[in-house]
């Protein structure tokens, strides 16, 4: 499998160590499974300007001329809830701040091959597990195949559940508890009766309320702690 890998970094000589990570990871680890292209960037606009959803990793540092990468990851879970973010940083201090934007994991300088290839194992599980998934829905007579990946929530209206995806709506007659089923090994929650949300694509979070992809959903009291207690999971990697 090829993964789209793209470095964040103003210091030229740590890009190029994570770039020889990255190399010797993928000889030694995978054994040639998996390969990964490479894109750097030196400032976090140029790579805001330059991003349309065309990578799957984003190596991060968080001291950042013009912009920091906490503020740049937050523009980007703007564009792609889905993208897997690992800061790269000698702040630890600051990198838990991370799970705010729904970053994976954090790399603290100096890095070490051991810990890189670890958080790598990882990041690889998380975009392997999620992109592998697919269910099939029957919409006005015919069959639809949809990635678990590209679906932003599912909403139920009367007797029907309409799949808002990264493509477009899609409407079938079907009740919540099939939907909930169908998804149950994906990264999906309940933020009320009405809206079943997938966590790749969450923004933000109010105190009874959910961003995913740019729309706000409610969330009902009743839901509010197991949804946040599984969007915690996920974020940590669990």
């Avoid at 920091?68 to 792609?80: I, P």
């Avoid at 006005?140 to 599912?154: A, F």
């Avoid at 909930?180 to 009320?192: Q, R, S, T």
Wanted: hydrophobic content about 40%.
């Amino acid at each position: 499998m090829v993964f789209r890998t793209c470095i964040v970094e103003d210091n030229s000589e740590a890009r190029d160590t994570l770039c020889s990570l990255i190399k010797e990871y993928e000889k030694n680890a995978r054994g040639g499974a998996d390969t990964f292209n490479i894109a750097c960037f030196s400032d976090a606009l140029s790579f805001l300007d330059e991003f349309g959803g065309n990578y799957d990793f984003v190596f991060m540092d968080i001291e950042l001329p013009h912009m920091d990468g906490m503020e740049a990851a937050r523009r980007l879970r703007e564009k792609d809830g889905k993208v897997i973010i690992i800061f790269v940083t000698n702040m630890a201090q600051y990198a838990i701040k991370g799970y705010e934007v729904g970053a994976l994991d954090f790399i603290v300088k100096p890095i070490r091959y051991e810990s890189f290839a670890m958080k790598m194992d990882k990041a690889i599980e998380r975009s392997k597990a999620v992109s592998g998934k697919e269910i099939w829905i029957s919409e006005r007579g015919t069959k639809r195949r949809l990635r678990t990946e590209d679906i932003k929530y599912v909403e139920v209206v009367h007797n029907s559940c309409i799949y808002h995806t990264v493509h477009g709506d899609f409407s079938t007659y079907d009740q919540l508890y099939n939907v909930c089923e169908m998804l149950k090994d994906a990264p999906f929650a309940l933020c009320n009766r009405c809206f079943l949300v997938n966590f790749m694509h969450v923004t933000a979070i109010g105190d009874l309320s959910v961003t995913v992809a740019g729309e706000s959903l409610q969330i009902s009291r009743s839901k509010k702690k197991a949804f946040l207690t599984g969007l915690n999971e996920y974020l940590g990697g669990k």
